[in-house]
């Protein structure tokens, strides 16, 4: 796991819509390191956001990222893994609930590719949720395409509206499919299926290569609405019957 050169575009345009009062948390110890071919690109998003910093900046010397997001001002940044092994504040298993201590605690969560590797991705999603304060925002780049034998799943746009829109009452700001390596493709943006009234139609929109499905959610509500996630075209199909 670690913040790519597209991923850390995407960190400093961030901060410059939100920063988050309180506690910071990322889901996996995320690495940051900078890649050679691609160092331009990295000046280029810090000048975009009016950041007079160089991008060395942001290194710290155990190759780890929590001064990326501290000089970001995304907050000190606690860490949550399942093992021991590369030194998490919290040792968590997202297949399970995670303690009511937790709930509500965290104003800001990135997840920077963990939630592909977890089999319980429901009760890993709900973790997320009651994690979060009112208010605050879960920042996700997890595989969409290209990323097979990976992780456990690839996800899909219509996850991001089913579950965080119409599941947890949050708001999607952003949910776009970015390619890995900056500069191949443009983004691609996901509308609801909810509001279209038909299901996405991507055939040959989808570059070759390695893609993230990246959103961002905002918190609005400490509830889940009861019942099943439902797909969001079919929901329209059922309500029109």
């Not at 975009?48 to 990326?68: M, P, S, V, W």
């Not at 780049?141 to 009452?169: D, I």
């Not at 493709?185 to 991507?202: Q, V």
Request: glycine residues 10%; proline residues 6%.
């Amino acid at each position: 796991m670690g913040v790519d050169c597209t991923l850390f575009q995407q960190l400093v345009d961030l901060s410059t819509r939100f920063r988050p009062s309180g506690r910071s948390l990322m889901l996996g110890r995320q690495a940051f390191k900078i890649e050679p071919p691609f160092a331009k690109s990295y000046e280029k998003a810090l000048r975009r956001a009016g950041i007079e910093e160089k991008r060395f900046h942001f290194l710290q010397e155990d190759g780890y990222a929590e001064t990326l997001f501290r000089n970001l001002g995304l907050g000190e940044m606690e860490t949550m893994d399942y093992a021991p092994y590369e030194g998490p504040v919290i040792q968590q298993d997202l297949n399970e609930p995670v303690p009511a201590k937790l709930h509500g605690k965290f104003d800001f969560i990135f997840d920077g590719g963990t939630i592909e590797h977890v089999f319980n991705v429901p009760q890993a999603l709900e973790n997320v949720f009651r994690m979060l304060k009112p208010g605050g925002r879960f920042v996700s780049a997890n595989g969409m395409n290209g990323w097979v034998g990976h992780g456990m799943y690839q996800f899909s746009p219509e996850l991001v509206w089913t579950f965080w829109k119409r599941k947890c009452q949050c708001l999607v700001h952003i949910c776009t499919g970015i390619h890995k390596i900056p500069g191949t493709a443009k983004p691609l943006n996901f509308p609801d299926a909810a509001e279209t009234g038909r299901r996405l139609r991507l055939k040959g929109m989808i570059p070759e290569g390695r893609v993230y499905l990246y959103y961002e959610i905002e918190k609005t509500s400490e509830e889940i609405r009861a019942g099943s996630a439902l797909q969001s075209d079919y929901q329209v199909k059922w309500a029109d019957a």
